[in-house]
């Protein structure tokens, strides 16, 4: 079988997605006889591109990463994303367009235009999910199609799928966790005695935190990231207004060393329980002792912890590896795992 | 799709996968159409029963857990397991007698009769995982049916499914990890200042140590899971005696009071690295500091750390939880697993 791939998006994430494509594209052949070509792809500032007979995607990378627009490379002039996903005669769309948290656009048209099209689709942007997810799983449904979302949390390492395939008829009870590498990056520098402004500014110079950091450090990452689990685990709609999260700017120094020498430490905890029916949520600051299975994961790790009915406290780790590569590809790996589930 | 079950072993982890089974069946009903009956059970030592038209299940627990005979509620008379196999008309069968780390058997010869009678299986028993893992799947495979182990390691918590569902085309280049409970809580207690012989009696207390302990301290349990993920996760057979394992026993008070003053701590670390297509593993104590995954698993907690090729270190731990149930109904819950996701 072979399939036409549209990337929508064309950022970090979906370039290390092309990269990922191309190494494991003997594997996928010998093992699930697939074959694939991009045949559209759209950029934020570079232009747009589509290709039936599929487009050049060594070009197209080098043509981003050097600055320059990718439209000479299309068969068709092409106003806007949209217009790449109707032209592009694709059969599966990645769907990586920056996240918008309030509305979910432009991903849940893209998204929705793309199932009506009968293409599936996978997406690293949390808005859909929060903002489209019962939608979305039930046009792709009606198409014969399929919508998934794995790297949507904790960067494309499988979580969805774990709950998915591993958990049959498990009910979850709760789940807690650490979501957003900057803030606890953030911590982890201000224990060692960092000031905020100085850890943030590594953060920064990291690449993990944007210049406007307001999205990490007052939680609403990791509220869009509690919502969109909460939607798709439990299948009960939940924004991230609705989490209403409290940041880690009321968290000072002095507090911290504190804690330090109680043994102790802050946490951005992400929690939520199902309680008699209800669920309770929540983004806040914590402190968090040894006991915790949280205490451990320093810097830009990440995970949850599920508690179910039957296994209790199961735990997923995203450790940091200083100086290994991970953040982009291992997001891109999340969309391409969705890929391979979907296709073999 | 009815379900004849036949229960091979009816200890702690069987009784609680019955008590499951029948706790689940209204989900499995409604949701994969499936119904049950246990139409075979085989004790160790309180006799065996077969009925095709099921069994009354929690008769037989009662007769069991009150030390009695089950043999009355068989339709005929029975020599042993075999006959169970033969007689049971089942059509998937869980082995869980108990383990013999050098041949598998008599879980071996089980999985083999039931395979070619064309039941599905599903153990908790790392014997046969070991020394039958290729055999046992080329069987099932000719058979059209399925041979799994989700219980082997980790207790029942999803690890063999994870990399098999959640991880498609990713290349594992090692693990790491603390796969038994015994030695972490002895070490852990060791910690708080117990000597070995005071924490092994409280390990044997709590039902985690055998009387005999020499297999979960001298490394061997550890081992037969390092050599049951070698041979599953990277397809190539390994036994425990090529793990060659180091347990616990020369590790001191003083060794490990001196390792908590700098900080560190010493866990019985299993290991398994494919170097250059070689893969080297071990069993062995070793010093770790707050840097490892493993320094924060303490007392009975578990768990794994894989690096892929694309998702860096992922890890999966089962924590220690106090008071609350875990042990043979995770156990059972693996079990479980298999069952619904072979019939679903």
Redesign the interface.
Known sequence: MHYNLALIGFGNVARALAR?LVR?QD??KS?HDVTFSFTGISTGRHGHAVNPNGLDIQKALELVESGKDISALSVKPLADSMEVIHHSQANFMFENSPVNTETGQPALDHIRTALNLGMHVSTANKGPVVHGYRELTALAASKGRTFRHESAVLG???VF??MR??????ELESFKGIFNATTNVILSRMESGETYDEALKYAQKIGLAETDPTNDVDGWDAAIKVAALVTVLWDTPMTPQQVNPTGIRGITSEMIAKAKAEGKRYKLVCSAEKVNGDIKVGVAPQLVD??S?L??M?NSST?I?FRTD??????????E?PG???GP??TA?GL??DF??IV?
Chains 1, 2 share one sequence.
């Open positions: 990922l494991k594997i996928l093992k494309g390492a499988p799928s774990v395939e591993a958990f049959p008829l498990a040894s006991s299975s205490y451990g320093m995970g912890t039957v296994i209790i406290d199961y735990s997923i780790v995203l450790s590896k290994m590569t991970g590809v291992e790996y391409f795992a391979v589930n073999k």
